[in-house]
């Protein structure tokens, strides 16, 4: 199984609301990544669990908190979030001794 | 942080081979090169990987020259449906904030 799973795939949300985007995989990975996309730019990598040990994008403001559960699992929780925060967010684990990265659908996420 | 290079994009025929290079000047010794393919509004594809020489698969080659500073994805007789972006990454096995996202191609593939 070399799937991970994202939910929700879409998200439409105001300024003040508080969500959560959740990620899942079951290939064993201890290393899971949050990633930003705009339209027609590259992943832009916002938070690292290596092990359940957070590493930060020091440019990624505090509306955006991530959370491990466990090794299998990741939130990113969001709140207050501002209109220019939309974009695709992408979920990806990675396991081995190698760079590759495995990557969810994705959730759309609108702020209005 | 080895930063890569790449035409911003490309256009081609159905049938034909698509060869996109990727510029690494700094890759570090330990540093694997990987390509992934995105659709939009879809996450980043696995394609291929390589250390060294040539790598083969089920859907591209990937040309890594002897020393290293670049890389050239190999797609054999492409289809509209390889109508996708395509990113390479160098990174070793730390991941995470040592290996960037690069602009990527966009390949346009013309019936």
């Known amino acids: 199984d070399t799937e991970v799973t994202q939910t929700p795939k879409h998200l439409v949300m105001g300024m003040t609301n508080k969500k959560s985007l959740k990620c899942e995989q079951h290939m064993g990975h201890r290393a899971m990544y949050w990633y930003k996309q705009k339209a027609k730019k590259p992943p832009e990598l916002m938070f690292v669990y290596s092990y359940e040990k957070l590493s930060i994008n020091e440019s990624v403001p505090s509306r955006f908190s991530p959370e491990c559960p466990n090794s299998s699992l990741l939130n990113l929780h969001l709140h207050a979030l501002q209109p220019e925060d939309s974009a695709l967010y992408l979920c990806?684990?990675?396991?081995?001794?190698?760079?590759?990265?495995?990557f969810g659908p994705g959730t759309r996420l609108t702020v209005l | 942080l080895a930063k890569t290079t790449q035409p911003i994009s490309m256009d081609s025929y159905e049938g034909q081979e698509v060869n996109i290079t990727c510029s690494h000047n700094n890759i570090a010794t330990n540093d694997y090169i990987t390509w992934y393919q995105q659709f939009p509004s879809q996450g980043p594809r696995f394609i291929i990987q390589g250390y060294k020489t040539k790598v083969t698969n089920e859907v591209a080659s990937l040309f890594i020259p002897a020393d290293r500073k670049s890389s050239t994805l190999s797609l054999p007789r492409v289809s509209l449906s390889d109508t996708a972006v395509y990113y390479c990454l160098v990174g070793a096995g730390g991941g995470g904030f040592k290996t960037i996202f690069g602009a990527g191609t966009r390949l346009f593939v013309k019936a």
């Open positions: 990806a684990s990675r396991g081995g001794r190698t760079d590759t990265q495995y």
